[in-house]
Every structure is written in structure tokens, then in C-alpha cells.
T-cell receptor, first 111, second 114 residues
Framework: SQQGEEDPQALSIQEGENATMNCSYKTSINNLQWYRQNSGRGLVHLILIRSNEREKHSGRLRVTLDTSKKSSSLLITASRAADTASYFC???????????FGGGTRVLVKP | NAGVTQTPKFRVLKTGQSMTLLCAQDMNHEYMYWYRQDPGMGLRLIHYSVGEGTTAKGEVPDGYNVSRLKKQNFLLGLESAAPSQTSVYFCASNGQGTNTGELFFGEGSRLTVL
């Protein structure tokens, strides 16, 4: 079973708009990570947020974490066509040895 | 640095055949992982290793075996391939465990079992 579930499953926006996707999880976590996957490629790490953090920024990315609701969101501001990809959240537990991935959100940014 | 390299990139097998996927990393990472990715299912962990000579089962280990004889290599074996093992397989590595850092992924190996 998957720990993280992303919502929505797919998202289509115009270039310049913001894209927001959400991740919900079921059990306690040590950290939550977001990855991007371009079509036919491997996953690339975007950002890691620890369980004691509430918000983190990296360039045009903003991640929030609400441990009381067991949820996280990824915001991509001023989207570009190059942001077209699938985005996955992954949760790390206390053991620290592995990540559990969600099903992903497919984002299409139209020029 | 090449990072994480997977071979082969594509393979077609017949049911019952065996094969081995090779993952090599040049980052001196302790932790290595094999995931499979199926449409709509995200990535599911098959097996992982926390160091040379160690292996552990993940979420979906049945039908697969692994070995970590050298720190830089992590092999995934299918002894008797089944159509349900048609998938894209990703290897990943990590230096200090996923509590502190990111996974570095290979480009994937697409396996089709007929």
C-alpha cells in the first residue's frame, strides 16, 4: 500500500500560472520529500521537509507540511513549459532506511 | 560522475526466463534501492540494502532476489519471469539514509515479460 497519495492525479495549467498539488499520508513521518520525473526519465529530488518544519522554499518551489493533518503541498509559482512532468511525494519513517512514494501528480504546462 | 547507472535499459523476456538488472553508483553511497513503477501505482520498493553484504525486503519482494557483493553495485534478479513483472525498474542510492538526504535515481530499466 502507498503511504502518500497525491491530489489531483493530473493538472493542466497555462504558462505563468501557479501549480499546486497535495500529498496526504497515513503514518508518522520523519521527513517528506518531493521528486519530479520527466517522461521516460528517472526521478529527481526537489526538496525535503522535516517533520518539525512547516514551510520550505527552493527557487520557485514552496512546500508546506501539516503533521496534524498528515498532509503536504507543493506549489510551483510562475510555471514554465519545462515544469511539465510528474511530481511525487515520498515519506520517510523513523527508521530512516527507505522512502515510500505516492502515485504522483501529472502536470502539463501549456505554452 | 556518472551517478547511478542501470543496465540494461530495455529487455524483453519470455515467461519463465531469468535475468539480472545491474545498478552501479559511483558516489560511495551506503544505501541502495530497487523500485518498480507501474502506471497509476507510483513507485513500490522491492528490496534495499543498507551497506555492502546486506539486503532487506521492501514492499513487493516476491519473485525477486538481490545481492550487494560490492558497495557500488546492487543486482536485481528475476529467477522465473512472469508477465506481472512487466514494469519499469528504478535503482536509487543514498549516502546517509533517507532521514537526512535525497535519493539519487538511475534512468530506469524497462522490462517486458511476454
Amino acid at each position: 500500500s502507498q503511504q502518500g497519495e497525491e491530489d489531483p492525479q493530473a493538472l493542466s495549467i497555462q504558462e505563468g500560472e501557479n501549480a499546486t498539488m497535495n500529498c496526504s499520508y497515513k503514518t508518522s513521518i520523519n521527513n517528506l520529500q518531493w521528486y519530479r520525473q520527466n517522461s521516460g526519465r528517472g526521478l529527481v529530488h526537489l526538496i525535503l521537509i522535516r517533520s518539525n518544519e512547516r514551510e520550505k522554499h527552493s527557487g520557485r518551489l514552496r512546500v508546506t507540511l501539516d503533521t496534524s493533518k498528515k498532509s503536504s503541498s507543493l506549489l510551483i509559482t510562475a510555471s514554465r513549459a519545462a515544469d511539465t512532468a510528474s511530481y511525487f511525494c515520498a515519506t520517510g519513517g523513523a527508521a530512516g532506511n527507505k522512502l515510500t512514494f505516492g502515485g504522483g501528480t501529472r502536470v502539463l504546462v501549456k505554452p | 560522475n556518472a551517478g547511478v547507472t542501470q543496465t540494461p535499459k530495455f529487455r524483453v523476456l519470455k515467461t519463465g526466463q531469468s535475468m539480472t538488472l545491474l545498478c552501479a553508483q559511483d558516489m560511495n553511497h551506503e544505501y541502495m534501492y530497487w523500485y518498480r513503477q507501474d502506471p497509476g501505482m507510483g513507485l513500490r520498493l522491492i528490496h534495499y540494502s543498507v551497506g555492502e553484504g546486506t539486503t532487506a525486503k521492501g514492499e513487493v519482494p516476491d519473485g525477486y532476489n538481490v545481492s550487494r557483493l560490492k558497495k557500488q553495485n546492487f543486482l536485481l534478479g528475476l529467477e522465473s519471469a512472469a508477465p506481472s513483472q512487466t514494469s519499469v525498474y528504478f535503482c536509487a542510492s543514498n549516502g546517509q539514509g533517507t532521514n537526512t538526504g535525497e535519493l539519487f535515481f538511475g534512468e530506469g530499466s524497462r522490462l517486458t515479460v511476454l
